[in-house]
């Protein structure tokens, strides 16, 4: 059985979902987290775009030992250099870097000849090569490319040092069986392509990016591109975890092996939705909640007779058993420690005594502490490290429609203000009551509100989408109470948008 590489890009390409907007201590715990999953290279950023980024991939290639870190850099010296800075520090750094190579972006986009496209990709990856043990190469939008012209250019950058050649298909355009195509005819016709590894990279926008990623492993590909949960750019990117168990499930068909735990697959579905705000479908495929619910009557019949007449993944092979266990009230530090550091959570003493000290105050109102609650409470107590923090709320509400909310919020540079407005609903209100303390327009443009458990006592998690000075956010918001929930998120999102533009705005000083 051949093995095959998994590039996991969550944390570059799935960062570019819009609204998604992680903080550096995010990203370190959806890195280690993949680091337990297994997969063999992370893509931990694109060190050139923010100063935020760079320090990001910095932390992550100097915590991340058991994986290749890799950057991403656009085809200029600079980048190149700023993704050594950022990466030096790693077991094994990789760079990314990529040139688009089809008419249509060489033209439009880069308004470069091809020859000097081919010129400006060698340069770029011979520099590349003195530092990086590792360079992989990307053809931008390699499927809407000419086959010919890719075979001249991936000579070239493979004689240049290139050691893995990626054919992103960059705008979700091809069919399973064109994209296989495209990689045996590289292979065919691309003299020394036994020099590198062919990767697959692909998006979702015909809902095509597993089935062309399966169709390129069958091509022979020796590495996989994708993300947890599909997240990425439009529609996003190939599901890692959907290959994942396609490949266990249909081993007879595929013939590969992974280096990945399966078992981490559940949970670092749920690290990721919850750290990015944005919610997996109930039936998305292995991780969606109603993906292992059997809801006809003719089916739960034939499950309870044998589970495989209608389920072709066990839950425990994706980890859904190994949630079973739950804290409670007599759970004491040593106990929840353990229980964090097996979710992958690295905290720091301090945010590890506050995760503690909301936990002890859940077991008040809640008898058992989930996986679920764990996690949500974690990415709660983080969200309110910087920014704007909600001091008091206070809401009146009656019948007649109208509610009337009271806000107190702490600012960063510590002063205090308190406001009141009114709105048709309490969250309305709210929102309103914020908006104003913050003296600025703020245009909400989602809201949605879940629980973690079910039950009376379960936890409400709010999920926003925000736009404020010109930038769009994603927020969250976890409180046994909705309306604190609602709140919160909403801050959330305003403290995001802030730090990313003190980013910005350290960036254009440096
Ligand atoms: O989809 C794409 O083409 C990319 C490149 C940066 C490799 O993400
Ligand atoms: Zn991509």
């Known amino acids: 059985m051949r093995n095959i590489d998994v590039f996991d890009t969550t944390l570059r390409d799935g960062e570019q979902s819009a609204g998604v907007n992680l903080h550096a201590h995010e990203k370190l715990e959806i890195a280690s987290q993949l680091e337990r999953f297994g997969v063999d290279i992370m893509e931990a950023g694109f060190p050139a775009s923010s100063?935020?980024?760079?320090?990001?991939?910095?932390?992550?290639?100097?915590?991340?030992?058991?994986?290749?870190?890799?950057?991403?850099?656009?085809?200029?010296?600079?980048?190149?250099?700023?993704?050594?800075?950022?990466?030096?520090?790693?077991?094994?750094?990789?760079?990314?870097?990529?040139?688009?190579?089809?008419?249509?972006?060489?033209?439009?986009?880069?308004?470069?000849?091809?020859?000097?496209?081919?010129?400006?990709?060698?340069?770029?990856?011979?520099?590349?090569?003195?530092?990086?043990?590792?360079?992989?190469?990307?053809?931008?939008?390699?499927?809407?490319?000419?086959?010919?012209?890719?075979?001249?250019?991936?000579?070239?950058?493979?004689?240049?040092?290139?050691?893995?050649?990626?054919?992103?298909?960059?705008?979700?355009?091809?069919?399973?069986?064109?994209?296989?195509?495209?990689?045996?005819?590289?292979?065919?016709?691309?003299?020394?392509?036994?020099?590198?590894?062919?990767?697959?990279?692909?998006?979702?926008?015909?809902?095509?990016?597993?089935?062309?990623?399966?169709?390129?492993?069958?091509?022979?590909?020796?590495?996989?591109?994708?993300?947890?949960?599909?997240?990425?750019?439009?529609?996003?990117?190939?599901?890692?975890?959907?290959?994942?168990?396609?490949?266990?499930?249909?081993?007879?068909?595929?013939?590969?092996?992974?280096?990945?735990?399966?078992?981490?697959i559940v949970l670092t579905s749920r690290l990721v939705s919850k750290l990015t705000g944005m919610p997996v479908p109930p039936n998305k495929a292995v991780v969606g909640a109603n993906a292992f619910a059997h809801e006809?009557?003719?089916?739960?019949?034939?499950?309870?007779?044998?589970?495989?007449?209608?389920?072709?993944?066990?839950?425990?092979?994706?980890?859904?058993?190994?949630?079973?266990?739950?804290?409670?009230?007599?759970?004491?530090?040593?106990?929840?420690?353990?229980?964090?550091?097996?979710?992958?959570?690295?905290?720091?003493?301090?945010?590890?005594?506050?995760?503690?000290?909301?936990?002890?105050?859940?077991?008040?109102?809640?008898?058992?502490?989930?996986?679920?609650d764990i996690l949500a409470l974690a990415t709660d107590v983080a969200g309110q490290q910087n920014g704007y923090e909600l001091q008091l709320l206070h809401i009146s509400y009656g019948s007649n429609g109208v509610a009337t909310s009271t806000v107190e919020i702490r600012k960063p540079d510590g002063s205090v203000v308190r406001e009141a407005a009114t709105g048709q609903g309490s969250v309305e209100a709210i929102y309103r009551t914020l908006e104003r303390a913050l003296s600025e327009r703020v245009v909400l443009s989602d809201y949605r509100i879940q629980s973690t458990t079910s039950g009376k006592d379960a936890l409400a998690e709010v999920y926003v989408k925000v736009k404020y000075h010109g930038h769009v956010a994603n927020g969250r918001g976890v409180d046994s109470d909705v309306l604190l929930a609602s709140a919160k998120s909403f801050l959330d999102a305003i403290n995001r948008i802030i730090l990313k533009e003190q980013f910005e705005l350290i960036a254009t000083n440096s």
């Open 296 to 372: 006809s009557g003719i089916h739960q019949d034939g499950v309870l007779k044998n589970a495989l007449t209608y389920e072709i993944i066990s839950p425990e092979m994706v980890g859904l058993s190994s949630n079973q266990m739950v804290l409670g009230k007599h759970s004491g530090r040593h106990a929840f420690r353990e229980r964090c550091l097996e979710l992958g959570l690295r905290l720091d003493d301090t945010a590890f005594n506050e995760l503690f000290k909301a936990f002890k105050e859940l077991t008040e109102k809640k008898k058992e502490v989930t996986d679920d």
């Open 51 to 264: 100063r935020g980024d760079f320090l990001a991939v910095q932390e992550i290639a100097k915590q991340i030992k058991n994986c290749s870190v890799a950057g991403l850099a656009r085809s200029t010296i600079q980048d190149i250099d700023t993704a050594w800075e950022a990466l030096k520090g790693a077991v094994e750094p990789r760079l990314h870097i990529f040139l688009a190579t089809s008419p249509i972006h060489m033209q439009y986009k880069l308004r470069m000849q091809p020859h000097e496209v081919v010129e400006a990709a060698v340069q770029c990856v011979r520099h590349a090569a003195q530092y990086f043990p590792v360079v992989e190469w990307s053809a931008e939008d390699a499927t809407r490319s000419d086959w010919d012209f890719l075979v001249q250019i991936v000579e070239q950058v493979i004689n240049a040092g290139a050691k893995v050649i990626n054919l992103p298909d960059t705008v979700g355009y091809a069919s399973p069986e064109e994209y296989a195509r495209l990689f045996r005819y590289i292979r065919e016709h691309v003299p020394n392509i036994h020099r590198a590894k062919l990767s697959a990279h692909c998006h979702d926008d015909l809902g095509l990016a597993v089935a062309n990623s399966l169709a390129a492993i069958d091509a022979g590909v020796d590495q996989i591109e994708g993300t947890i949960n599909g997240i990425g750019e439009r529609a996003g990117n190939a599901s890692l975890e959907e290959i994942a168990v396609a490949l266990a499930i249909r081993k007879d068909v595929y013939q590969v092996e992974t280096n990945l735990d399966l078992s981490q």
